[in-house]
């Protein structure tokens, strides 16, 4: 597993899962003069000892970290950078939209809430809609203490840190970032791309509470990564994926297939985003609500700025048309 050259050595570090995730995994990036840990995995004992096990395996303790870099700011790519700052303060990197989210800006996770339960109003979800916010606020309060305690330092498309280039890529995340090791075709790609599964791409508002085209950021940052010399990439979750140019293109096709399978739904006469979800997903639609309703807005989002559907209010509902 350890692929080495001129000095600059990864480390994989994949913590199983009985999830259909696989895997969590993260990086430890050797190069001449610096030790990277991409991501962190979560917040467990296992995750804690695996990255120590990997350390001392290679003649290092947390304390000869440099750096770290996050691609974005979900619970499972950042659990243990508490418990590695509590032992030396190594600086963190991620994109800026990573750092409200990550710090737990109230006010933002105040206008998180007030953005779903709109939106949930808005697709036709009615009181069922009502009480998943209700369950939402729990989550919420119950992670509110959840913050990344050190201070996080901003990065952006093409800056360079050490060996790596990092690469914009929301979709999955508003935040998503990869890094590109130009030099040795190599791409750490988070939750960007990974091998077994497609990654959801969450709706979310931005910081001022607007809803972000989330499925068509995602579209553009697979076709921006296609087109990249990568021959290796090594992913958030299961195994690492060679030549990924195929991939990317499959992701792509795929997210059309499912919007042509959306229009179909409409075109026979479902209108509201509560009446695909139930009709496109039958049960998830109560198991997995929230993330039901986020595929689902997303593609309509997705087929309306293509100008394939059109939508009208109604009683304080969208009604989606064939256009
Ligand atoms: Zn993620």
Known sequence: ?????DGFTIHPIIVPTKYSLKS??????????????????????????????????????????????????HEDHVGIVNRITAIKDVPIYAHSDSIYRLKRDKDYFVLRVEFY???????????????????????????????????????KELDKISGLTVFETPGHSP??????????????SGDHLVGHISSNAIVEPDRNGRRIQTLRQYVHSLQKCSNLDIEIVYPGHGELIENPQELFNYRIDRIHQKSNLILALIKDRFTTGSQLAQA?????????????????IGHLDYLESNNKVI??????????SEL
């Open 1 to 5: 597993m350890i692929q080495s050259n």
């Open 24 to 73: 969590f995994n993260f990086y430890l990036l050797k190069e001449p003069n610096s030790l990277t840990l991409i991501d962190a995995g979560i917040d467990t004992d296992e995750c804690w000892g695996y990255l120590t096990k990997a350390l001392s395996e290679n003649g290092f303790s947390v304390r000869d970290l440099t750096r770290i870099l996050l691609t974005h700011n």
């Open 117 to 155: 339960q709109q939106l949930y109003k808005e697709m036709g979800c009615g009181d069922f809609g009502e009480r998943q916010i209700e369950k939402l606020i729990v989550l919420m309060k119950k992670n509110a203490n959840n913050v990344i305690q050190s201070d996080i330092i901003p990065i």
């Open 175 to 188: 935040d998503h970032i990869v890094f590109l090791d130009e030099q040795r075709k190599r791409l750490f």
């Open 280 to 296: 496109f997903y039958k049960d998830k639609y109560n198991s997995e609500f929230a993330l039901v309703m986020s595929e689902i």
């Open 311 to 320: 939508k009208e209010k109604k009683d304080g509902v969208w009604h989606y």
